[in-house]
Structure formats: structure tokens, C-alpha cells
């Protein structure tokens, strides 16, 4: 029983609206040369208090809810959950480029394990801005001796090594009110990860990234994005609009409650204002308005229309920054809460001028249906994301050489801990 506890696998994500957890389990098939399967037995959400644009606004509401929604788990899966892997996100979030040298350290100038780590935290090692904490050290391309554009530089033979790399950093203050809130709950922190970074690796093939594509997570009142190319990132950001914003244009434009307007969004709203007739009307008082008022179903997509119409262009604007605006043959992956509004995917082709499609998780095994709703993408990728770095750094540990050196630019980067375990 002690070995299977220790197999689980807790993802934890704090969202404006909703706080939701999930629970995997590696499945070993018995073969060392496969990698084991994620069984995903169970998830949760529950309303999240205390939280403001992806801040804590309540320290003590938060552990509130946090609590609640380990309670919950705790209840489905009939086992005490003891860490989690917790997804960090939120416009505090910031990201840099740097860049780290190093010799290699070999007589035969043969590049090790040792010597990419090295050149890691060389790159780790710029100056943060004031009150910024290093999250993630992200490695875009290696280069040695000149040669550029190496994926993987262990086993080459040269003298100097350089790393082009992103560099993720969250607000100390913010990220230390995180830990606090999950630390009172009850349960320790395996590592703080980018959530949109989790989110990739639940949603997104290897073949995607190598191509090129956007991944788009789109909250309640924040929207993450990462722009990924030949399997690196190259671009990743949070912009300070979501899903709630529609529901605020709905309630302000048709005088209705904050509720009665989120339903309307839900069961009658679409993206496109030509795609319904003028004659179609919607009665408020099925939704709860409490007196019989007809609205235009045309006018309230008129409403949601220009408001998505924004979110595109923010995020073709973030496209251009990296020259990548109607430029990614892998297309737009859509994910989260607000993903799920009839037509976004259309309206993405029609805007970004790119191939669009919404991002379920990929291969995992469950016994739930949740891992099917886009909200919970986030918190299944958060416990892909604890797997596969629970398994490099036990190979780690065991002797071996860091197989996880294949997918140098998913997880290589991780956590603080994992960093320190590797150093020579």
C-alpha cells in the first residue's frame, strides 16, 4: 500500500473562478524500454474564494477552498493525498531571455550531463528584477563551438558549450502567499510549474511542437499563452483578459445578473452575430430573471462577437512579436474554461488565419469523465508534468544518465530542487 501512495500523482490549480484537482497514478506495463501509462483516477473543482486575476486576494479564503477541494478528492479516491505538483499563473508572470556559457569540463572535451546543467544555471544566473523569483529555466537551442540549432549536445565533442534559454519569474510576494495558502491546507508542494507550460504537456503532441503551434488556455479572467517551434518555446505570456470579461459585457449589455448572464452565455451564446436569425428570441425568465423579458438572440451575439473579437487580436499581436502571426503550420490549440463558447474555434480560424482546434488530453487512462472538459486540461498536464519528473529524477538517483536529456526543452528546465539534485 506504502509503494502505490507513493505513486500518486496530485496536480493543483488555483484559478480565478475555480479551484480543481487531479490524481494519477503511474501504470507500469512491465517492460523498462515503455513508458509506463497515467491513469487519472479521479478530479475535482469546487467555486475557488479569495482569488482576484489569478492573485490572492484572501490568504484565508483560499485555504478555505483549497481544503474543500482536497476534501473532495480525498472522498473519491479513498486515499490521503500528501504533495502536489501546483500550477502557477497570473499577470505577475514574467519571462526573459538569457543565455548561459560554459567549457566542457572533460579532458576529451566530450560534452556530459554535467556540463548542459552548468550551462543551465549560468543562464539562470541573470539579474532578476527587484521582488522576481526564477520559476523555470526554459532551454530553447543549444550551440557548441559555433554550431548552432543542437536539440541535444551530450556525447558531442567540443570546448564550448552556450545554451539560448527562457527564463520564467513570478512575483516573490505572490508566489510565497501560494505556498502559504497550500502549506496551511495540509499538503506538502512537490514544485511550483507554469501552468500553460502543464497544460502543453497534456494537450500538445511532440510532432506540434516540432512544427510549430500556439497553445492558448483560456481562463476566466486571465488568458495564457505559449507559442512552441522545433519542439522549444519561443514565446510565452499571460494576457490580462478571459472568458469572465464576456459574461460582463452580457450582463451590462442585457441588464441582467452576473448568473443569469453566464447562463445565457452557456446555453444560447455563439461567436458569430450573422450565424442566428433576427427573428430568434430568448425568454430571460427560463433563465432565472424571475419576470418573462425577450432578447434578441442576434444582439447577444453581437455582444460575445466583439469581445472575442479582442481576445484574437491580443493574441495575434503576441503572435507578431515572434513573427509567428498566421505562421504556424501546427496551428492554434484552444483549452480551459472559456473554450468551450460555441464558435471559437471558427472565430480563430477566421481572425488568426490559422489552423484552430480545441486541446484535449492526450493519451491518458481514466475511469472519469472530467478528463474530457476542457477546464480540466490544466491539471491533468500538472500531473503528466509531476510523472515525468518524478521518473528522471528516480533515474537520476539511481545512477543513470538523465534519459529525460531526449526531451531537453519539456522538462529539463524544471524545478529548483531537481536542478540541485543534478549538480556535480
Given amino acids: 500500500m506504502a509503494k502505490a501512495k507513493n ?99 572533460k579532458a576529451d572535451s566530450e560534452i556530459s550531463d554535467s556540463d548542459v546543467q552548468r550551462a ?31 536539440k541535444d549536445p551530450v556525447g558531442m565533442t567540443g570546448i564550448r558549450l552556450e545554451v539560448d534559454a527562457q527564463i520564467i519569474l513570478g512575483a516573490s510576494a505572490q508566489i510565497k502567499n501560494l505556498t502559504k495558502a497550500i502549506y496551511r491546507s495540509g499538503v506538502e508542494i512537490e514544485d511550483l510549474v507554469l501552468s500553460v507550460l502543464a497544460t502543453s504537456e497534456a494537450a500538445l503532441t511532440n510532432r506540434q511542437k516540432d512544427l510549430g503551434v500556439a497553445i492558448v488556455d483560456l481562463g476566466s479572467s486571465t488568458t495564457s499563452l505559449a507559442i512552441y517551434e522545433e519542439g522549444e518555446i519561443l514565446h510565452s505570456t499571460i494576457l490580462p483578459i478571459g472568458s469572465e470579461h464576456i459574461t460582463n459585457d452580457i450582463a451590462i449589455g442585457l441588464r441582467v445578473s452576473i448568473e443569469v448572464a453566464e447562463r445565457i452565455k452557456i446555453e444560447y451564446g455563439g461567436c458569430f452575430s450573422d450565424a442566428v436569425s433576427k427573428k430568434e428570441e430568448i425568454d430571460l425568465y427560463e433563465l432565472g430573471t424571475g419576470e418573462h423579458e425577450m432578447i434578441k438572440r442576434k444582439y447577444l451575439n453581437e455582444i460575445i462577437e466583439a469581445r472575442v473579437e479582442e481576445i484574437m487580436q491580443k493574441i495575434d499581436d503576441e503572435l507578431r512579436k515572434v513573427q509567428r502571426s498566421g505562421m504556424l503550420p501546427a496551428g492554434i490549440v484552444f483549452t480551459g474554461g472559456g473554450a468551450k463558447l460555441t464558435g471559437l474555434v471558427d ?75 543534478l549538480l556535480p
Avoid at 543551465?120 to 526564477?134: D, G, H, K, M
Fill in 7 to 105: 505513486n500518486l500523482i496530485a496536480g493543483l490549480d488555483i484559478g480565478s473562478s475555480m479551484v480543481r484537482m487531479a490524481v494519477g497514478q503511474l501504470v507500469y506495463n512491465g517492460r523498462d524500454d515503455v513508458q509506463p501509462d497515467i491513469q487519472i483516477l479521479g478530479a475535482a473543482e469546487v467555486v475557488a474564494e479569495g482569488m482576484h486575476k489569478g492573485a490572492i486576494s484572501s490568504i484565508e479564503d483560499v485555504v478555505s477552498s483549497v481544503s474543500s477541494c482536497l476534501e473532495k478528492m480525498e472522498r473519491t479516491i479513498g486515499t490521503p493525498i500528501d504533495t502536489v505538483w501546483v500550477g502557477v499563473s497570473g499577470l505577475h508572470i514574467m519571462s526573459q531571455n538569457s543565455k548561459g556559457v560554459v567549457a566542457a569540463s
Fill in 120 to 150: 543551465l544555471e549560468a543562464a539562470r544566473a541573470i539579474s532578476t528584477p527587484l521582488n522576481y523569483e526564477v520559476l523555470h529555466v526554459l532551454p530553447k537551442r543549444f550551440s557548441v563551438d559555433g554550431q548552432t540549432g543542437i
Fill in 347 to 421: 472565430a480563430a480560424k477566421q481572425y488568426l488565419r490559422l489552423p484552430a482546434t480545441l486541446g484535449y488530453p492526450l493519451n491518458f487512462v481514466s475511469a472519469t469523465d472530467k478528463i474530457n472538459d476542457l477546464s480540466f486540461v490544466n491539471v491533468v498536464g500538472l500531473v503528466k508534468w509531476g510523472s515525468t519528473m518524478s521518473q528522471t529524477s528516480q533515474k537520476t538517483k539511481s545512477g543513470g544518465m538523465v534519459s529525460g536529456m531526449k526531451s531537453v526543452g519539456s522538462f529539463l528546465a524544471g524545478s529548483k530542487e531537481w536542478f540541485k539534485a
